[in-house]
């Protein structure tokens, strides 16, 4: 199974996490918000193949951490993987969207420098914008949209600019969430979980927990779970084999 967007340095206990991880041989994209979170992080799961750590800069915190783009060009040759970064058009965080916007663009650019990478995208309230920067940067490499919430008509777009989605089972829970899934080409389609950020009945959501969503779309598929899982496992290595 895998989770492709997870935040495992800001659970309560990450070391049991991963050791769970291992013991189901869970592939897992282990996102950071900061550059500078991202040395610990890696640490954390450097024994476990199946873990792999993306160095990213969260948009919310472009405005208070953009000084540590530096360290993000220091760290960049060190990995294959980018997130968590993208943009937040959100009322809270339009104060600091020039910040937002600068340093998307310039990690996107860090990106085609080194050959391309594999990120992971945040896209709240802010597709359009997401999707007009993508443009500007085909070369950047594999685009993975996390928890994506535009409209059909965007969805569209991110689909022919080549993007992949990565579904969590919280997107379930409203009729857009579903309606998007449901118009989601199922070879463009992954899973995560967005743990500890999303929760059932009070607790958060563990990586192993992005197997509900194949339960969920064997309904939308009308497929067996088996099938679904096969679909979504072939999507994985092709993302991870370009
Ligand atoms: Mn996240």
């Known amino acids: ?52 750590t993306a160095l990213g800069l969260h948009p919310q915190l472009a405005g208070e951490r953009k000084g540590e783009l530096k360290l993000f060009n220091q760290l960049i040759g060190e990995t294959r993987y980018i997130g968590e970064v993208g943009l937040d058009g959100s009322k ?3 104060s600091f969207w020039n910040d937002q916007k600068e340093v998307f663009e310039h990690i996107l650019s860090k990106c085609e ?5 594999i990120l992971s995208i945040h896209s709240r309230n802010a597709a359009r914008e997401v999707l007009e920067t993508l443009k500007d940067y085909p070369h950047a490499g594999q685009f993975i949209l996390h928890w994506f919430s535009g409209s059909l008509k ?16 919280i997107m379930f ?11 989601m080409p199922k070879d463009r389609l992954l899973l995560e979980t967005d743990g500890p950020f999303t929760n059932t009945n009070g607790s ?5 927990n992005s197997i509900d969503v194949i339960w969920k779309l ?22 991870i084999n370009h």
Not at 1 to 30: A, F, K
Request: charge should be neutral; include cysteine.
């Open 154 to 169: 965007e969805l569209k777009d991110a689909i022919d600019l080549g993007c992949w989605f990565s579904v969590n089972p």
């Open 173 to 183: 829970n409203s009729k857009k969430g579903v309606r998007l899934i449901e118009s």
């Open 204 to 208: 958060p959501l563990m990586p192993w």
């Open 113 to 117: 420098e080194s050959g391309g990478k």
């Open 218 to 239: 064997s309904n939308i598929w009308s497929d067996t779970k088996e099938n679904v899982q096969m679909q979504v496992m072939a999507n994985f290595l092709k993302v």
């Open 1 to 52: 199974m895998i989770d492709l967007h997870c935040h495992l340095d800001l659970y309560q206990n990450p070391v049991e996490i991963i050791e769970e991880c291992e013991r189901r041989g869970i592939y897992v994209l282990s996102v950071t918000n900061t550059p500078s979170a991202w040395p610990k992080t890696n640490e954390l799961a450097s024994k476990n193949r199946r873990i792999k």
């Open 92 to 94: 809270e965080n339009k």
